[in-house]
């Protein structure tokens, strides 16, 4: 790693706001935002599209070999098309977590990601970032709040995006992930014990972002 570069890594549950924090932090300080869960949303989105249930181990190999994931200027770009606009649905949200289950894809996708990071100053946010993707990061937290709190931001983000759904249906979905996330034999989400917990239950997006910013000054 050379040392012109920093990483900020940053795990949590989802719904917690990691992604908004990263993408203003990153903007805040000039630097690259990665999406890591953007990718592992992309995978599941073409794994629907082909009718491959989650658990055809052999059919997910032959579509992760050749299958090109990718981000540019903040899309997510897969085998060549832009997805980030598709990606949010509840439906890709399940697969994706369960697809990363697979300890395969996550090989694969970490790889990826790795690389991603190697050779310039970039924040990322997952679920593996602290412990796996970059251990030697610089900056480490695990971003969180209360279930409810998270089913609730997600919940406004659907209403939003016209997604016909109820808060106790967000709230069941966000649960059922938090519970597949942590408890997969693959790089289950946890709290590394060298990152910061920053529970943002009682707090707004503009705090958590200055309190990032203000450590890595
Ligand atoms: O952060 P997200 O909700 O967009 O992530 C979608 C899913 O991808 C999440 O349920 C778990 C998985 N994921 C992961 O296993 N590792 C990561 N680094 C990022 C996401």
């Known amino acids: 790693m050379s040392e012109k570069y920093f990483q ?7 719904g917690a706001g990691k992604s908004t924090v990263a993408k203003a932090v990153a903007k805040k300080l000039g ?6 869960g953007a990718m592992y949303r992309a995978l599941g989105l073409k794994l629907l599209r082909n009718s491959i249930g989650m658990d055809e181990v052999e059919k997910i190999k032959a579509v992760l070999d050749e299958t090109e994931i990718d981000i540019c200027q903040g899309d997510i770009i897969l085998d060549g098309e832009v997805v980030s606009g ?6 890709v949200s399940m697969a994706a977590s369960a697809c990363s289950a697979h300890g395969f ?8 990601q790795q690389k991603m990071g190697e050779s310039k100053s ?59 996330d942590s408890h997969r034999a ?19 997006i503009e705090e958590v972002v200055d309190y990032i910013c203000n450590k890595v000054k």
């Open 105 to 112: 894809v996550r090989e694969k996708l970490v790889k990826a």
């Open 86 to 91: 598709l990606i949010r649905t509840p439906e």
């Open 31 to 36: 630097i690259d935002y990665i999406d890591t």
């Open 186 to 204: 693959a790089s289950p989400l946890r709290q590394a014990e060298d990152a910061q917990l920053l529970d943002t239950t009682d707090m707004t």
């Open 8 to 14: 900020i890594a940053i795990d949590g549950p989802s």
């Open 122 to 180: 970039v924040i990322m946010d997952g679920r593996d970032i602290c412990e796996v993707v970059f251990p030697h990061a610089e900056y480490k937290y695990y971003v969180t709040a209360t279930d409810e709190e998270r089913a609730r931001r997600r919940y406004k983000e659907l209403l939003e995006k016209g997604e016909e759904t109820t808060f106790e249906e967000t709230l069941a979905a966000i649960r059922e992930r938090d519970y597949n």
